[in-house]
């Protein structure tokens, strides 16, 4: 075995040797996606430019991803850069002491001064020393229409949820599905927590998801929210097994359905079918009852090289920085449809709905953190599964749900 | 070696020993490690990586209060009984037609056998369209002008799970079909002479003489289209993911989820620790009869 | 058809039986056949279409552009060459595993059938349970273990762990196939003094094709299909194929081109495919019976 190490060892040296002058960083993520692939590359070419090289390691899917990243971390073959969600997905890797310290990075830039909502960068935090760059704000809380389908029916477009559920027999009577849904566990997990901060309130958003109270979670308010969810389970075609999310975007688009709850990266199906906000779609932020935004986003990690090699982590520090610098946040964040982690920014050429995101995000009351950053993956799973059931299974009352929900709350981490 | 066997025991069948190193060896440090670290790694608090923070039986008692891994368990036994006998009757008749010297048999043996060639990434996807009520065959029927027909199985909670089922028949029943023909072709061509002169029946043939005849066969195809069902997972998540809700999950889904997604390794590995513990309460039994008898005689 | 005193392989061309016999393997092959119909005709038709249409329908206006992208132009993140740049290295990872597997499981088949030693059945047993174990389960400690080992990261590593995970079905396979075969061939042999490599190679291999045959199906498929091992293992300048199909197929966050899809699944399966084909030639009758006889 030994000879085998030795020799691989050897080989890996003469492999940096040859190129000691461009340091090659291998970054794996999974933006794979027509839109995504152009954002990455605003990151890519600004890295190679710096000097260095970028080495595109895209595997579609954060299930596929995952396994490989943290398989290929713990076996002693680590990629340059990595990306992670903004959130807890990273923590046992940091602990193990398996990823580059970037604080010293960070104090000298600034970080905790430019990064807002400051929450993003604290997400990265362990223990005081920061190990990862958040590179965009994703949040889920949005409604989307299609303008026509209400017109053509001598409706006037839904201006929040009460009124969207008032017309939803009438959109049924025509022929219209109500609400676009599709089949991905995640998306239906992520439209229940929409409910709940939408038409909970922002406090009992956070009792529930920052203080895990069981009080919040057993009251009025989250009773409200269920039946909301029960309510919406009544306006959706019975053809959403297995759906995809976009599949479920382009029923609104078409007009064969008059809503959707979905993510901001909904707008770039709208875009591709040639669609305008405030024209032919709409978009309404937390339901349009609480105008409120959470800080999903993505993350880059760096995994410790295997071996001493200051090289690569200076390539890593270098692409850090980049990864935060103005020209590399406006360029990744128009192409990608997010918003920019740091506030000092020109996004004059943003549309209408990210600029109702932008508006909300001045106001940091109404950002609240993602079930990613307040719950473990293991919390987060059981509500999934809960949420997925309730809404499946009309055979779950509300009183049973909000006890099961009670339950996971008390023992949440 | 062939000049009569050496006294020392070990050295007894030298070179079959050394040629069964590598078995011995994956058996041993591969499979029975394996098990035990799952074991072990399921009393723990793990997550994304292993940590020796015991706590218990913890993990099982979450598990056995989860409703998901419940529905799991059930969806696998309904799928499995049906698979396995589904995968053998099929697979066996198609084997049996294959072997009456058909015409173009290359092209019928690949037209049973390509689905098992195919990722069920993708397969997945066109059996859901398939079975999708506003697309597939419900819609195409009703438009032909049979407004009432009704052919739903994948959209509802009770019935998903034969959906699913279709499309697991529809891959594994090739390969049976091949080993069995296989094993059709390994029967001596003395057997049928003699039946014919005797005018027994082919059917009669077949079910007193042959079947039997392939019994190895019929394990070996048992145990390829049972391990298939205990991994069943691909297939579910490309065609459901899981859904409506989680009432086509599985118990490989459910570790899998665990195990990554949600960054639990104990509760994964609690789920796979029941998962082998099945697997050993069906296989311990059958072993002993199909082998341990036959090593005493 | 029963009435007739006749074996499985009649001389008659046009018997009624047979025609029976033609209509049932063509009503099955409808069945197998369905899906790869979807897959085809949607294969040929534009996204306009797709969204709009039927998906039994046949394509209005027939376009083979889907296919050239798979192959040559499909985006994976930033690199936008298709499937082939993947193919070599399919290649790569295929032909030793298949191999390597292959003769070790056969080697352990016949050591098992035919030279028995004290305790070989325990180990085959435990060979037989570690197929019931889901793959997920292993990938942690076999991360470890090739990192030991100094080969993680490396084609030898997704050999190895090829030849293991194929181990306990191939071995079966070849243990129940041998343990059919006529032992008085293996006696004679034994009397004629060949040993132990001499009768695995001059008796066992030339009655064994078709069961040969069925091993290469089997592991060709696996192998080639495989995506979790090729990733995790192989290292990145060997990624598999298939990891270029995920990433056109598993694309989540933009348009999901279906016909793209299912060029590029038909173009991965093309290979195992053209194998299943081809090994017809060595799937006849007789060749067992035909040692009998010498």
């Not at chain 2, 089922?165 to 003395?190: H, P």
């Not at chain 3, 030793?96 to 004290?118: C, E, H, M, Q, T």
Request: hydrophobic share 50%; glycine share 8%.
């Amino acid at each position: 075995m030994k000879i085998i190490k030795g020799l691989l060892a050897a080989s890996t040296i003469l492999a940096t040797a040859g190129s000691a002058a461009a340091v090659e960083l291998e970054v794996t993520h999974w933006w794979t996606s027509g839109g995504e692939a152009a954002a990455v590359k605003v990151m890519a070419d600004a890295f190679d430019k710096s000097g260095n090289k970028w080495i595109d390691g895209a595997i579609a899917g954060g299930g596929n991803a995952r396994p490989m990243i943290i398989s290929r971390i713990t076996g002693g073959d680590p990629m340059g850069a990595t990306q992670f969600a903004t959130g807890r997905d990273a923590e046992d890797l940091v602990k193990a002491g398996l990823m580059t310290d970037l604080t010293e990075l960070a104090e000298k830039e600034g970080w905790a001064d430019i990064i807002r909502p400051k929450k993003l960068l604290d997400a990265c935090t362990v223990d005081g020393r920061v190990y990862c760059v958040p590179v965009n704000i994703h949040s889920f809380q949005w409604m989307w229409l299609n303008r026509t389908v209400y017109e053509n029916n001598g409706m006037a477009v839904p201006q929040n949820w009460s009124e969207f559920a008032a017309a939803a027999p009438k959109l049924k009577e025509a022929g219209v599905t109500p609400l676009a849904v599709g089949g991905e566990t995640w998306q239906i997990r992520d439209m229940s927590g929409t409910f709940v901060v939408a038409l909970g309130g922002i406090q009992m958003y956070k009792d529930i998801y920052i203080n895990k109270s069981v009080e919040a979670a057993a009251s009025e308010g989250m009773t409200k929210v269920f039946k909301a969810i029960a309510e919406a389970r009544t306006m959706v075609d019975n053809g959403y097994v297995g759906r995809a999310w976009n599949d479920a975007t382009n029923m609104v688009i078409t007009g064969k359905a008059g809503g959707q709850i979905m993510g901001d990266w909904a707008q770039g199906e709208f875009a591709v079918s040639g669609q305008t906000a405030g024209k032919e779609y709409d978009c309404l932020p937390g339901l349009g009852v609480h105008p409120v935004l959470d800080t999903g986003g993505d993350a880059f990690f760096f995994p410790k090289p295997n071996g001493d090699k200051p090289e690569v982590v200076k390539a890593q520090m270098e692409l850090a920085s980049l990864l935060v610098s103005k020209e590399v946040q406006v360029g990744f964040n128009l192409k990608k449809g997010s918003l920019p982690v740091r506030g000092d920014v020109d996004m004059a050429s943003a549309n209408t709905c990210m600029q109702k995101g932008l508006k909300i995000l001045e106001n940091l009351d109404n950002v609240l953190p993602s079930g990613e950053q307040t719950f473990t993956p293991d919390t987060q799973g059981q509500l999934e599964d809960l949420w997925v059931e309730f809404f499946n299974n009309p055979d779950i009352s509300v009183e049973e749900a909000q006890a099961r929900f009670v339950e996971i709350i008390k023992y949440a981490e | 070696m062939s000049a009569g066997q050496p006294k020392v025991f070990w050295l007894r069948n030298f070179p079959a020993k050394i040629a069964a190193i590598p078995m011995i060896l994956t058996s041993l440090v591969v499979f029975i490690g394996c098990s035990i670290w799952t074991v072990v790694y399921s009393f723990t608090s793990s997550r994304s990586l292993p940590t020796t923070d015991f706590v218990g039986f913890q993990q099982y008692e979450r598990l056995f209060g989860s409703s998901r891994w419940n529905i799991a368990v059930e969806n696998i036994a309904i799928y499995g009984v049906f698979t396995i006998v589904f995968a053998l009757t099929i697979g066996f008749i198609l084997a049996a037609f294959l072997d009456q010297k058909i015409r173009f048999e290359s092209v019928f043996r690949t037209i049973y056998l390509y689905p098992y060639a195919m990722s069920f990434i993708v397969t997945g996807v066109v059996w859901q369209w398939v079975l999708n009520p506003t697309l597939g065959i419900q819609e195409t029927v009703r438009q032909l002008g049979f407004e009432n027909f009704e052919f739903d199985l994948i959209s509802n909670r009770d019935t998903v799970i034969y959906a699913i089922l279709i499309a697991g028949v529809w891959q594994i029943t090739g390969f049976a079909m091949v080993l069995l023909l296989a094993g059709l072709r390994a029967v001596d061509n003395q057997i049928w002479k003699a039946s014919r002169v005797d005018g027994i029946p082919a059917w009669k043939t077949y079910i007193q003489v042959v079947i039997p005849m392939m019994r190895g066969v019929f394990v070996t195809a048992l145990v390829i289209v049972a391990s298939g069902i205990v991994k069943l997972y691909d297939l579910v998540v490309a065609m459901t993911n899981g859904g409506p809700g989680n009432a086509s999950d599985v118990p490989a889904r459910y570790v899998y989820s665990w195990l990554f997604e949600r960054a639990n390794l104990g509760q994964a590995m609690a789920a796979s620790t029941m998962m082998l513990i099945t697997v050993l309460i069906i296989l311990i039994p059958w072993f002993y009869m199909e082998y341990g008898r036959k090593n005493k005689n | 058809m029963l009435k007739e005193p006749k074996g499985p392989r009649p001389r008659k061309v046009i018997a009624p039986g047979r025609i029976m016999l033609y209509t049932a393997l063509a009503f099955a092959a409808l069945y197998y056949a369905l899906p790869l119909y979807v897959m085809l005709v949607t294969s040929l038709k534009g996204m306009p279409e797709i969204r709009m249409g039927n998906i039994f329908a046949p394509p209005m206006e027939v376009t083979f552009a889907p296919w050239i992208k798979a192959w040559d132009s499909a985006c994976t993140g930033l690199y936008c060459e298709g499937l082939k740049v993947g193919f070599w290295n399919s290649v790569k990872i295929t032909v030793p595993s298949v191999i390597a597997s292959i003769a070790i499981a056969s080697i352990n088949g016949y050591a098992l059938v035919n030279w028995r030693f004290k305790g070989s059945e325990v180990f085959f047993g435990i060979l037989i349970f570690g197929s019931f174990i889901p793959y997920q389960v292993m990938l942690y400690p076999l991360v470890i273990i090739t990192r030991e080992m100094g080969i993680f990261g490396s084609l030898w590593a997704v050999i190895f762990i090829h030849t293991i995970f194929g181990m306990p079905l191939l071995t079966l396979i070849f243990r129940n196939y041998f343990a059919a075969l006529p032992q008085e061939l293996f006696k004679a042999a034994r009397v004629d003094g060949s040993g132990f490599w001499g009768i695995y190679w001059k008796v066992l291999l030339p009655m064994s094709t078709p069961i040969f045959v069925v091993a290469v199906i089997l592991q060709v498929t696996g192998i080639w299909n495989d995506f979790l091992f090729g990733i995790v293992f192989a290292g990145v300048k060997n990624f598999p194929m298939t990891v270029q199909l995920n990433n056109i197929v598993n694309t989540t966050m933009g348009v999901k081109e279906y016909n793209v899809n299912m060029a590029a699944t038909i173009l991965t399966a093309s290979v195992p495919l053209v194998i299943y084909f081809l090994s017809g030639r060595y799937f006849v009758r007789g060749i067992a019976a035909g040692a009998v006889k010498g």
